[in-house]
C-alpha cells in the first residue's frame, strides 16, 4: 500500500534535447552529474559525484565522453 518504488534508471539519454552537464558548488565542491534539457533549461539530477570513479562510471554507463561543468 505505502510500499516505496525503487527509482528507475535510464542507461540512456535524448541525445538531440539533452545535453551532459556537471553541476558544480561554487561554495563547497559538491558536485552533480545529470542531463539539461535544451530547450527548457531543466535539470535532470542522475547520479553525486565524489570523486573521479564516479565520474568515470557515469560516463561510462552514459556513453558520455565529456560533460561542461556548469556553476
Known amino acids: 500500500m505505502f510500499w516505496k518504488k525503487a527509482p ?3 542507461n540512456s539519454y535524448d541525445k538531440e534535447n539533452q545535453i551532459p552537464i556537471l553541476k558544480c558548488s561554487i561554495c563547497n565542491g559538491e ?3 545529470g542531463f539539461k534539457d535544451i530547450h527548457t533549461g531543466k535539470f535532470e539530477e542522475i547520479m ?3 570523486n573521479s570513479i564516479d565520474l568515470e562510471e557515469f560516463k561510462q554507463k552514459y556513453g558520455v565522453e565529456a560533460l561542461e561543468k556548469e556553476y
Open 48 to 50: 553525486f559525484i565524489k
Open 8 to 10: 528507475t534508471q535510464k
Open 31 to 33: 558536485q552533480v552529474a
